[in-house]
């Protein structure tokens, strides 16, 4: 049987860093989970969450799927984030993308991978609402990552329209929702212009962000 020796290596050389650094780290964390953000990125495991940020445990409630998709039927998605907003009370939610998803990918090409496609089928809806978009786009790689933003785009505003976002805006709770983008080229986030603190304001952001692709 293997047993990952080398991880758990790992994790004591981590430990250890994290205590010379600082001693009472550990006790600190233990005693806090305060984050004013939640995350919904994608598994991807070159996106980890709170380096690209540059955030300690802690600050950052993370939910992440393949291609950072909000699905309505998703309990696990929405539980996350209903915890986050009603009892952490978390100020942000951000969702992020990433250029050359490869779930996007998929949802683009037709690919057929197994059981993930019917996830990826909420993804190829994108891709059909936005067929005159994507189709002045004749580069192969810009289309891919047109689509990426267009699917942030899009998942921005299921956050919104979820009853979680909109029973905290209506008890004049503190909220924004954020479209963002990464590039594993260069490590860089990008604002994809897309930003809801208001349930009437979601119309007019979304139409700027459909104009607005950074590509």
């Given at each position: 049987?293997?047993?990952?020796?080398?991880?758990?290596?790992?994790?004591?050389?981590?430990a250890?860093?994290?205590?010379?650094?600082?001693?009472?780290?550990?006790?600190?964390?233990?005693?806090?989970?305060?984050?004013?953000?939640?995350?919904?990125?994608?598994s991807?495991?070159?996106?980890?969450?709170?380096?690209?940020?540059?955030?300690?445990?802690?600050?950052?409630?993370?939910?992440?799927?393949?291609?950072?998709?909000?699905?309505?039927?998703?309990?696990?998605?929405?539980?996350?984030?209903?915890?986050?907003?009603?009892?952490?009370?978390?100020?942000?939610?951000?969702?992020?993308?990433?250029?050359?998803?490869?779930?996007?990918?998929?949802?683009?090409?037709?690919?057929?991978?197994?059981?993930?496609?019917?996830?990826?089928?909420?993804?190829?809806?994108?891709?059909?609402?936005?067929?005159?978009?994507?189709?002045?786009?004749?580069?192969?790689?810009?289309?891919?990552?047109?689509?990426?933003?267009?699917?942030?785009?899009?998942?921005?505003?299921?956050?919104?329209?979820?009853?979680?976002?909109?029973?905290?805006?209506?008890?004049?709770?503190?909220?924004?929702?954020?479209?963002?983008?990464y590039?594993?080229?260069?490590?860089?986030?990008?604002?994809?212009?897309?930003?809801v603190?208001?349930?009437?304001?979601?119309k007019?952001?979304?139409?700027?962000?459909?104009?607005?692709?950074?590509?």
């Amino acid at each position: 049987m293997k047993h990952l020796k080398h991880l758990f290596e790992n994790n004591l050389d981590w430990a250890d860093a994290r205590k010379e650094e600082d001693p009472e780290y550990f006790r600190k964390l233990r005693n806090q989970q305060t984050p004013e953000y939640l995350w919904i990125g994608c598994s991807d495991s070159r996106v980890p969450a709170n380096e690209i940020v540059g955030l300690p445990p802690g600050e950052l409630f993370v939910h992440r799927n393949v291609a950072n998709v909000v699905v309505h039927s998703d309990l696990n998605c929405l539980s996350v984030m209903q915890y986050a907003v009603d009892v952490l009370k978390v100020k942000h939610i951000i969702v992020c993308g990433h250029y050359g998803c490869g779930g996007i990918k998929a949802a683009l090409d037709d690919a057929r991978l197994g059981l993930i496609d019917n996830w990826v089928q909420h993804v190829k809806d994108i891709r059909g609402k936005h067929r005159q978009l994507l189709a002045e786009i004749e580069e192969p790689e810009a289309k891919l990552n047109r689509l990426c933003e267009l699917n942030v785009v899009e998942q921005v505003l299921n956050v919104v329209n979820t009853t979680i976002v909109q029973d905290a805006w209506s008890r004049g709770q503190d909220l924004s929702v954020h479209g963002w983008i990464y590039s594993i080229n260069d490590g860089v986030l990008r604002d994809l212009n897309i930003c809801v603190d208001a349930s009437g304001e979601s119309k007019q952001a979304y139409q700027n962000a459909l104009k607005s692709g950074l590509i």
